[in-house]
């Protein structure tokens, strides 16, 4: 998981970013790198591997100035290399950058900066916003706008820091979307610059964290937020108290709050050094299975409980549809009671966010006991799940405090649409067509996750007018049923309130006769080949009395004649809908609970790890 850190001030920058960098480190990554300008020349120190590499590096070629920017990169775009690892650096050499996020063009600008003359050194995505810099900084425009007209270029969700000898006062930052946030630390004539505040804690409290589409100038004695498009912002200031958990949570109340914003990356970190972009190949080498196994496969078995089973019922589409293999869903609670049938020719395949889950566990343990493949999904890296698996993908959503799964839904949701585009690579079932679709389609993702998340306000207002509501009915069809399910387990778990998810078409066959003015309805329509059924269930809701609250895609009018409040989210590849759309029911489930003075993170009678039968 990538990290940055900056100084500027009148100490020495270097051991200021590698302690940073240090800090950061839990994070993971591959390689790290420094840039500090001495006697007004950029000097990159870069090197792969631990940071103690990068130590040893500085320590033998030492670098020392007032101003520098930091690195750990976690490769998504070109193995991890010291060529590929930040700060890169533009032709003239007067420019680097560092960068959080993928750059979703980064092939048609690299081909467009190519025809004008760039040579480009590395395989990333990140050189191309060095070299547009670079580009723009002629014609009087100073460095904020430089760096502004580069960054209006770039398609997808960015953190950038931008260093240039030919401002040797100043750092420009720049957040779009929500690759992760980047906070600015305020000392006394210093200023610091990290994508997370552990990282500057021990310098400063005091912090501006930048919303999407704003870029700072920052000085030693002072800095300026503006949108992208020029209007002054005035900042925020929070203090940062001093307890260490308050101090992670940061510029959250709550972890799940935190944790539901750090989608954006999160997912990042799921796709990171999996697809190859440019050559459009994914690889899942830790899943140990060979073309002729895969080829084999005649049956996938999901095994989960709670919301990593509503996981699996989505990654049930996906791998039906690109890899062409029969998948069933089960609940880690049940497999092993029924005496299922595995042959040879079926992988299990374990679902499971703390990765020690006794009835998952248990399933794996059925599984194993008949013979069958046994893969997991995990995001606690070392957990049982994962070491006796015969081959496993990692979620790299990072910790997840809150009781109430969020990141790791989504993470594990995009785990699975990988394991799907590479089981469809191995046995053939994807046209090159298709499978260039599926791959360009989640690179877009982290982008329409932190569009998606800008909705929060609407939510919080509408939480306003849902919270005392003691019944609710979530309603969605296809791949946005299991989305149904997982609103209205995040309502159950952190509110108390109770909640169905349905599939809409169900609705008929008995739970309408529960509607009235009493029972809100959410109704997940979206514009896919179900959208007319939706809209029709809707009328339905409406016809007895229900409140309804749609979630619609952008640009729908339709909907907002039909439904009494409508939540929008933004155009999506259908496939990747329920990442996009879980987003508002756990922001809508966490305001509900604030408001209800809940205690989000640590709901009642509930345990982050159920390692009891
Ligand atoms: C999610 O919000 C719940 N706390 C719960 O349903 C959880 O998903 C379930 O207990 C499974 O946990 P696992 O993913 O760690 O196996």
């Not at 103690?52 to 930091?70: C, M, T």
């Not at 954006?264 to 060979?290: A, K």
């Not at 595995?342 to 679902?351: E, G, R």
Request: with cysteine; net charge negative; hydrophobic share 40%.
């Amino acid at each position: 998981m990538c990290g940055i850190v900056g100084y500027i001030g009148s100490r020495d920058a270097t051991p200021i970013i590698m302690e940073g960098l240090q800090r950061l480190e839990y994070r993971g990554y591959d390689s790290a790198g420094i840039a500090v300008l001495e006697n007004n020349e950029l000097q990159i120190r870069r090197d792969i591997g631990k940071l103690s590499n990068l130590r040893e590096r500085v320590a033998a070629d030492p670098v020392h100035g007032q101003i520098g920017i930091g690195h750990t990169r976690w490769a998504t775009h070109g193995a991890p290399a010291e060529r590929n690892a930040h700060p890169h650096i533009s032709m003239s050499g007067d420019f680097v950058v560092v960068h959080n996020g993928i750059v979703e063009n980064y092939l048609e600008l690299r081909a467009e900066l190519i025809a004008e003359g760039v040579t480009f050194k590395s395989d990333t995505d990140t050189e191309v916003i060095v070299h547009l810099v670079e580009h723009y900084s002629v014609d009087g425009r100073d460095l904020t706008e430089a760096t502004q007209e580069a960054a209006c270029h770039l398609q997808g969700a960015h953190a950038i820091v931008v260093l240039s000898k030919r401002s040797p006062d100043e750092l420009v930052i720049v957040r779009i979307g929500n690759a992760g946030g980047i906070a600015l630390g305020i000392g006394e004539n210093e200023n610091f610059i990290a994508s997370d505040i552990p990282a500057i804690l021990e310098h400063t409290r005091t912090m501006v964290f930048l919303e999407s589409h704003q870029i700072a100038t920052v000085r030693a004695d002072g800095f300026e937020v503006q949108t992208l498009d020029g209007q002054p912002v005035t900042p925020v200031l929070h203090n940062i108290p001093w307890d260490p958990v308050s101090a992670v949570k940061g510029e959250y109340k709550h972890f799940m709050q935190k944790e539901i914003f750090e989608q954006g990356r999160s997912i990042t970190d799921t796709i990171r050094g999996r697809v190859d972009f440019e050559h459009q190949r994914v690889e899942l080498p830790e899943l140990n299975l060979s073309a002729e196994q895969a080829r084999r496969l005649q049956r996938l078995v999901i095994v989960a409980c709670g919301t990593s089973y509503y996981s699996g019922l989505v990654g049930k589409f996906f791998i039906e549809h690109m890899a062409e293999l029969h998948v069933e869903v089960d609940y880690g609670s049940e497999y092993r009671y029924r005496d299922p049938i595995i042959d040879a020719n079926t992988a299990v395949l374990a679902i499971t966010q703390s990765g020690e889950t006794v009835d998952t566990l248990a399933a794996m343990e059925e599984a194993r006991a008949k013979n069958a493949l046994v893969w997991s999904i995990v995001n606690a890296v070392g957990s049982q799940a994962m070491r006796v698996a015969d081959g496993h993908i990692t979620m790299n959503a990072g910790p997840e405090i809150g009781v109430a799964s969020t990141k790791a839904f989504t993470s594990s949701i995009v785990d699975q649409y990988l394991l799907a585009l590479y089981l469809g690579q191995l046995r053939g079932t994807l046209t090159p067509e298709q499978h260039h679709q599926y791959v360009h389609d989640i690179s877009r993702l982290p982008n329409l996750v932190g569009k998606t998340l800008e909705c929060e306000p609407q939510v919080e207002q509408l939480a306003g007018h849902l919270y005392h509501f003691r019944d609710f009915l979530y309603l969605g069809r296809g791949i946005n049923y299991p989305i149904a399910l997982e609103g209205a387990l995040k309502l159950k778990e952190i509110s108390y309130i109770h909640a169905e998810g349905y599939p809409a078409g169900e609705m008929k066959h008995g739970p309408i006769a529960l509607i009235d003015e009493q029972m809100p309805v959410l109704a997940i329509a979206l514009k896919d080949s179900l959208y007319e059924k939706m809209v029709s269930q809707i009328e339905q809701a409406k016809a007895r009395g229900g409140i309804v609250i749609a979630l619609a895609t952008e640009g729908d009018t339709l909907i907002a004649t039909k439904a009494d409040y409508v939540l929008y989210l933004p155009e999506t590849p259908p496939l990747l809908s329920p990442v996009v759309a879980v987003l508002p029911l756990q922001m809508l489930a966490y305001h509900i609970a604030v408001r209800r003075g809940a205690d989000v993170d640590q709901p009642r009678n509930l345990a982050k790890s159920v390692t009891v039968e």
